[in-house]
């Protein structure tokens, strides 16, 4: 899950081994929209892991 701007919110369920290249799509699509829309919030994509969310991509 990701939350680049006040704009847009980014999720994929994770169901097969799709995940990986909708992750990548995710990092990147993030990090293009967090600097180029209105209302940044996060440039990072998180993981539910039943709690609460995890940072997964430290550094971009």
């Known amino acids: 899950m990701s939350m680049p701007n006040r704009h847009q919110l ?3 369920f994770v169901e097969d081994d799709n995940v990986v290249s909708a992750l990548d799509g995710m ?8 600097s180029d829309a ?3 919030l996060s440039p990072h994509v ?3 892991n039943g709690r ?7 550094d971009l």
């Open 46 to 48: 998180y993981w539910w």
């Open 10 to 12: 980014v999720w994929h």
């Open 38 to 40: 209105p209302g940044p």
């Open 27 to 34: 990092v990147r699509f993030t990090a293009m929209v967090y």
């Open 52 to 58: 609460g969310y995890e940072q997964l991509i430290s």
